[in-house]
Protein backbone atom coordinates (compact mmCIF):
# COMPACT_ATOMS: atom_id res chain seq x y z
CA UNK A 1 0.00 0.00 0.00
CA UNK A 2 1.24 3.92 -1.04
CA UNK A 3 2.33 5.41 1.78
CA UNK A 4 2.49 9.46 1.32
CA UNK A 5 2.84 12.22 3.76
CA UNK A 6 2.35 15.78 2.47
CA UNK A 7 4.41 19.10 4.31
CA UNK A 8 3.45 22.80 3.41
CA UNK A 9 3.79 25.51 5.10
CA UNK A 10 1.35 27.08 6.98
CA UNK A 11 -2.94 26.31 6.67
CA UNK A 12 -4.74 26.94 3.96
CA UNK A 13 -6.51 30.30 4.60
CA UNK A 14 -8.81 30.80 0.84
CA UNK A 15 -12.26 29.00 2.70
CA UNK A 16 -13.38 27.02 -0.83
CA UNK A 17 -9.82 25.70 -1.03
CA UNK A 18 -9.43 24.29 2.38
CA UNK A 19 -13.23 23.13 1.68
CA UNK A 20 -11.44 20.99 -1.62
CA UNK A 21 -8.21 19.92 0.42
CA UNK A 22 -10.89 18.13 3.02
CA UNK A 23 -12.87 16.75 0.43
CA UNK A 24 -9.59 15.40 -2.02
CA UNK A 25 -7.68 14.11 1.23
CA UNK A 26 -10.95 12.41 2.49
CA UNK A 27 -10.70 10.47 -0.97
CA UNK A 28 -7.09 9.76 -0.93
CA UNK A 29 -7.06 7.93 2.11
CA UNK A 30 -9.92 5.61 0.77
CA UNK A 31 -7.03 4.54 -1.05
CA UNK A 32 -4.22 5.19 0.87
CA UNK A 33 -2.62 6.26 3.90
CA UNK A 34 -1.87 9.68 3.56
CA UNK A 35 -1.08 12.57 6.33
CA UNK A 36 -0.85 16.38 5.78
CA UNK A 37 1.17 17.68 8.04
CA UNK A 38 0.43 21.89 7.52
CA UNK A 39 3.84 22.69 9.44
CA UNK A 40 4.02 26.64 10.75
CA UNK A 41 4.80 29.01 8.65
CA UNK A 42 6.98 32.20 8.72
CA UNK A 43 5.17 34.79 10.68
CA UNK A 44 6.63 38.65 11.15
CA UNK A 45 9.14 38.85 8.49
CA UNK A 46 8.93 41.75 5.81
CA UNK A 47 8.15 39.93 2.51
CA UNK A 48 11.93 42.13 1.87
CA UNK A 49 13.38 39.32 3.79
CA UNK A 50 12.76 36.48 1.34
CA UNK A 51 15.51 34.74 2.21
CA UNK A 52 14.66 34.74 6.21
CA UNK A 53 11.07 33.61 5.08
CA UNK A 54 12.66 30.61 3.16
CA UNK A 55 15.54 29.68 6.07
CA UNK A 56 12.44 29.78 8.72
CA UNK A 57 10.34 27.67 6.29
CA UNK A 58 12.95 25.07 5.40
CA UNK A 59 13.66 24.68 9.34
CA UNK A 60 9.96 23.95 10.15
CA UNK A 61 10.06 21.15 7.09
CA UNK A 62 13.00 19.92 8.01
CA UNK A 63 11.84 18.99 11.18
CA UNK A 64 9.20 16.69 9.71
CA UNK A 65 11.39 15.03 7.12
CA UNK A 66 12.07 11.95 7.91
CA UNK A 67 14.08 8.64 6.16
CA UNK A 68 11.08 9.48 3.69
CA UNK A 69 11.57 9.64 -0.40
CA UNK A 70 11.11 13.22 -0.74
CA UNK A 71 9.67 14.96 -3.57
CA UNK A 72 9.79 18.74 -3.65
CA UNK A 73 7.17 20.75 -6.11
CA UNK A 74 9.13 23.13 -8.03
CA UNK A 75 8.88 25.20 -10.74
CA UNK A 76 12.45 23.90 -12.55
CA UNK A 77 11.73 19.88 -11.36
CA UNK A 78 10.46 17.35 -14.05
CA UNK A 79 6.82 17.90 -15.41
CA UNK A 80 4.42 14.13 -15.97
CA UNK A 81 1.57 13.05 -17.22
CA UNK A 82 -0.88 11.79 -15.17
CA UNK A 83 -0.57 8.34 -15.91
CA UNK A 84 3.34 8.73 -15.58
CA UNK A 85 2.89 10.12 -12.08
CA UNK A 86 0.47 7.28 -10.88
CA UNK A 87 3.52 4.99 -12.20
CA UNK A 88 6.09 7.15 -10.82
CA UNK A 89 4.07 6.46 -7.25
CA UNK A 90 3.63 3.27 -7.52
CA UNK A 91 7.13 2.14 -8.54
CA UNK A 92 8.54 4.55 -6.04
CA UNK A 93 6.59 3.16 -2.64
CA UNK A 94 7.63 -0.81 -3.81
CA UNK A 95 11.19 0.46 -4.84
CA UNK A 96 12.06 1.99 -1.78
CA UNK A 97 9.37 0.62 0.53
CA UNK A 98 9.47 4.38 2.23
CA UNK A 99 6.81 6.88 2.78
CA UNK A 100 6.90 9.27 0.03
CA UNK A 101 7.00 12.56 1.37
CA UNK A 102 5.67 15.65 -0.56
CA UNK A 103 6.94 19.01 0.03
CA UNK A 104 4.90 22.42 -1.15
CA UNK A 105 6.61 25.73 -0.32
CA UNK A 106 4.56 28.52 0.35
CA UNK A 107 4.06 31.92 -2.15
CA UNK A 108 7.74 31.71 -2.14
CA UNK A 109 8.50 28.80 -3.00
CA UNK A 110 10.75 26.45 -1.08
CA UNK A 111 14.66 27.35 -0.25
CA UNK A 112 17.34 25.46 -1.52
CA UNK A 113 18.07 23.52 1.90
CA UNK A 114 15.11 21.79 1.59
CA UNK A 115 15.81 21.38 -2.57
CA UNK A 116 18.81 19.62 -1.87
CA UNK A 117 17.78 16.68 0.53
CA UNK A 118 14.75 15.62 -2.59
CA UNK A 119 15.23 12.88 -4.29
CA UNK A 120 12.48 13.99 -7.07
CA UNK A 121 11.82 17.28 -8.62
CA UNK A 122 8.59 17.53 -9.29
CA UNK A 123 6.36 20.31 -11.49
CA UNK A 124 2.46 20.68 -11.77
CA UNK A 125 3.03 23.12 -14.76
CA UNK A 126 5.12 25.76 -16.67
CA UNK A 127 2.53 27.83 -15.65
CA UNK A 128 3.20 29.78 -11.85
CA UNK A 129 -0.63 29.07 -10.11
CA UNK A 130 -0.94 30.61 -6.22
CA UNK A 131 0.80 28.02 -3.56
CA UNK A 132 -3.14 27.61 -2.19
CA UNK A 133 -4.45 26.37 -5.49
CA UNK A 134 -1.36 24.08 -6.18
CA UNK A 135 -2.27 22.43 -3.51
CA UNK A 136 -5.89 21.56 -4.36
CA UNK A 137 -4.08 20.20 -8.07
CA UNK A 138 -1.64 18.04 -6.24
CA UNK A 139 -4.04 16.66 -3.97
CA UNK A 140 -6.32 15.97 -7.09
CA UNK A 141 -3.47 14.59 -8.95
CA UNK A 142 -2.65 12.00 -6.06
CA UNK A 143 -6.22 11.16 -5.85
CA UNK A 144 -6.19 10.45 -9.90
CA UNK A 145 -3.21 8.44 -9.50
CA UNK A 146 -4.57 6.57 -6.93
CA UNK A 147 -7.50 5.75 -9.42
CA UNK A 148 -5.71 5.04 -11.83
CA UNK A 149 -3.61 2.55 -9.81
CA UNK A 150 -6.27 0.89 -8.60
CA UNK A 151 -8.10 0.83 -12.20
CA UNK A 152 -11.25 2.52 -10.96
CA UNK A 153 -13.63 5.36 -12.33
CA UNK A 154 -12.34 8.51 -10.98
CA UNK A 155 -15.29 11.02 -10.09
CA UNK A 156 -15.38 13.16 -13.31
CA UNK B 1 -8.38 47.07 -23.50
CA UNK B 2 -8.47 43.25 -23.45
CA UNK B 3 -11.52 41.31 -24.05
CA UNK B 4 -11.99 38.11 -23.21
CA UNK B 5 -14.90 35.65 -23.62
CA UNK B 6 -14.85 31.90 -22.47
CA UNK B 7 -17.19 29.37 -23.45
CA UNK B 8 -17.75 25.69 -22.07
CA UNK B 9 -20.58 23.17 -21.63
CA UNK B 10 -22.30 23.01 -18.41
CA UNK B 11 -22.60 24.72 -15.33
CA UNK B 12 -19.76 24.36 -12.42
CA UNK B 13 -21.33 21.66 -10.18
CA UNK B 14 -18.85 21.13 -7.51
CA UNK B 15 -20.40 24.26 -4.87
CA UNK B 16 -16.80 25.26 -3.94
CA UNK B 17 -15.45 25.20 -7.53
CA UNK B 18 -18.12 27.54 -8.22
CA UNK B 19 -17.89 29.95 -5.63
CA UNK B 20 -14.09 30.26 -6.42
CA UNK B 21 -15.25 31.05 -10.13
CA UNK B 22 -17.45 33.82 -9.35
CA UNK B 23 -14.56 34.97 -6.85
CA UNK B 24 -11.93 34.63 -9.91
CA UNK B 25 -13.98 36.37 -12.28
CA UNK B 26 -14.86 39.19 -10.68
CA UNK B 27 -11.35 39.76 -9.85
CA UNK B 28 -10.59 39.60 -13.62
CA UNK B 29 -13.61 41.65 -14.61
CA UNK B 30 -12.25 44.62 -12.51
CA UNK B 31 -8.77 44.54 -15.03
CA UNK B 32 -10.72 43.56 -18.22
CA UNK B 33 -13.56 42.97 -19.72
CA UNK B 34 -14.50 39.24 -19.48
CA UNK B 35 -18.14 37.72 -20.64
CA UNK B 36 -18.59 33.66 -19.47
CA UNK B 37 -21.21 31.81 -21.19
CA UNK B 38 -22.02 28.45 -19.55
CA UNK B 39 -23.46 27.04 -22.81
CA UNK B 40 -25.94 23.84 -22.93
CA UNK B 41 -24.75 20.76 -22.21
CA UNK B 42 -25.42 17.15 -23.91
CA UNK B 43 -27.68 15.51 -21.54
CA UNK B 44 -28.97 11.81 -22.01
CA UNK B 45 -26.96 10.35 -24.03
CA UNK B 46 -24.77 7.27 -22.82
CA UNK B 47 -21.62 8.56 -22.21
CA UNK B 48 -20.73 4.91 -24.36
CA UNK B 49 -21.84 7.41 -27.11
CA UNK B 50 -18.94 9.93 -26.63
CA UNK B 51 -18.83 10.87 -30.35
CA UNK B 52 -22.70 12.09 -29.54
CA UNK B 53 -21.68 13.80 -26.53
CA UNK B 54 -18.62 15.94 -28.26
CA UNK B 55 -20.71 16.37 -31.64
CA UNK B 56 -23.71 17.90 -29.67
CA UNK B 57 -21.53 19.86 -27.73
CA UNK B 58 -19.41 21.35 -30.41
CA UNK B 59 -23.09 22.78 -31.79
CA UNK B 60 -23.92 24.72 -28.41
CA UNK B 61 -20.33 26.28 -28.52
CA UNK B 62 -20.33 26.78 -32.13
CA UNK B 63 -23.26 29.39 -31.86
CA UNK B 64 -21.37 31.59 -29.47
CA UNK B 65 -17.79 31.41 -31.56
CA UNK B 66 -18.59 34.94 -33.81
CA UNK B 67 -15.34 36.23 -35.60
CA UNK B 68 -13.36 36.15 -32.74
CA UNK B 69 -9.91 34.85 -31.44
CA UNK B 70 -10.41 31.32 -30.66
CA UNK B 71 -8.09 29.48 -27.93
CA UNK B 72 -8.76 25.88 -27.60
CA UNK B 73 -7.34 24.25 -24.29
CA UNK B 74 -6.64 20.54 -24.90
CA UNK B 75 -3.72 18.47 -24.05
CA UNK B 76 -2.07 18.40 -27.12
CA UNK B 77 -2.02 22.16 -27.17
CA UNK B 78 1.59 24.30 -26.33
CA UNK B 79 2.75 25.02 -22.68
CA UNK B 80 3.20 28.54 -21.43
CA UNK B 81 5.03 30.32 -18.53
CA UNK B 82 2.42 32.36 -17.32
CA UNK B 83 4.60 35.62 -18.24
CA UNK B 84 4.68 34.08 -21.88
CA UNK B 85 0.82 33.88 -21.38
CA UNK B 86 0.14 37.31 -20.05
CA UNK B 87 2.17 38.39 -23.21
CA UNK B 88 0.33 35.91 -25.74
CA UNK B 89 -3.09 37.76 -24.45
CA UNK B 90 -1.52 41.10 -25.06
CA UNK B 91 -0.32 40.96 -28.33
CA UNK B 92 -2.87 39.15 -29.86
CA UNK B 93 -5.26 41.80 -28.50
CA UNK B 94 -3.06 44.33 -29.86
CA UNK B 95 -2.46 43.25 -33.17
CA UNK B 96 -6.14 41.27 -33.98
CA UNK B 97 -8.04 43.84 -32.34
CA UNK B 98 -10.79 40.76 -31.43
CA UNK B 99 -12.22 39.31 -28.44
CA UNK B 100 -9.97 36.35 -27.25
CA UNK B 101 -12.29 33.34 -26.77
CA UNK B 102 -11.27 30.70 -25.21
CA UNK B 103 -13.17 27.47 -25.19
CA UNK B 104 -12.97 24.60 -22.70
CA UNK B 105 -14.76 21.13 -23.20
CA UNK B 106 -16.31 18.84 -20.82
CA UNK B 107 -14.51 15.81 -19.43
CA UNK B 108 -14.71 14.47 -23.16
CA UNK B 109 -12.74 16.96 -23.95
CA UNK B 110 -13.25 19.32 -27.03
CA UNK B 111 -14.48 17.77 -30.37
CA UNK B 112 -12.57 17.95 -33.73
CA UNK B 113 -15.18 20.36 -35.09
CA UNK B 114 -14.69 22.97 -32.63
CA UNK B 115 -10.53 22.01 -32.34
CA UNK B 116 -10.41 22.75 -36.13
CA UNK B 117 -11.12 26.28 -35.85
CA UNK B 118 -8.98 27.10 -33.21
CA UNK B 119 -6.43 29.85 -34.00
CA UNK B 120 -4.56 28.81 -30.99
CA UNK B 121 -4.32 25.40 -28.95
CA UNK B 122 -3.23 25.67 -25.21
CA UNK B 123 -2.45 23.26 -22.59
CA UNK B 124 -2.57 24.39 -19.12
CA UNK B 125 -0.33 21.49 -17.39
CA UNK B 126 0.92 17.83 -18.71
CA UNK B 127 -1.62 16.31 -16.05
CA UNK B 128 -4.99 16.05 -16.94
CA UNK B 129 -6.86 18.05 -14.14
CA UNK B 130 -11.21 17.19 -13.76
CA UNK B 131 -12.41 19.53 -15.83
CA UNK B 132 -14.05 21.38 -13.33
CA UNK B 133 -10.58 22.18 -11.42
CA UNK B 134 -9.76 23.10 -14.70
CA UNK B 135 -12.08 26.12 -15.42
CA UNK B 136 -10.42 27.67 -12.03
CA UNK B 137 -6.69 27.24 -12.89
CA UNK B 138 -7.61 28.92 -16.19
CA UNK B 139 -9.42 31.95 -14.70
CA UNK B 140 -6.47 32.47 -11.68
CA UNK B 141 -3.74 32.24 -14.98
CA UNK B 142 -6.27 35.04 -16.67
CA UNK B 143 -6.19 37.39 -13.48
CA UNK B 144 -2.33 36.46 -12.90
CA UNK B 145 -1.32 37.33 -16.63
CA UNK B 146 -4.07 40.98 -16.42
CA UNK B 147 -1.99 41.66 -13.15
CA UNK B 148 0.99 40.71 -15.21
CA UNK B 149 0.64 43.28 -17.52
CA UNK B 150 -0.63 45.63 -15.16
CA UNK B 151 2.73 45.56 -12.85
CA UNK B 152 0.40 45.21 -9.75
CA UNK B 153 0.88 42.95 -6.92
CA UNK B 154 -0.92 39.60 -7.52
CA UNK B 155 -2.86 39.12 -4.20
CA UNK B 156 -1.11 35.83 -2.99
Known sequence: MI?????????TSHPELRSLQDYYLKKINMR?????????????????????ILE???SNLEKHIKDDFIVCLTDTGKELKSNEFARFLDRTSAGTGK?????????LGLGNRILSRA???LS??????????????????????LSILQRSQYAK
Open 32 to 52: AKCELVEVKEARGISEKYSDR
Open 124 to 145: LSKMTYSHELCRIMLLEQLYRA
Open 3 to 11: RLKILWPGK
Open 99 to 107: IITIVIGSF
Open 119 to 121: DYL
Open 56 to 58: REA
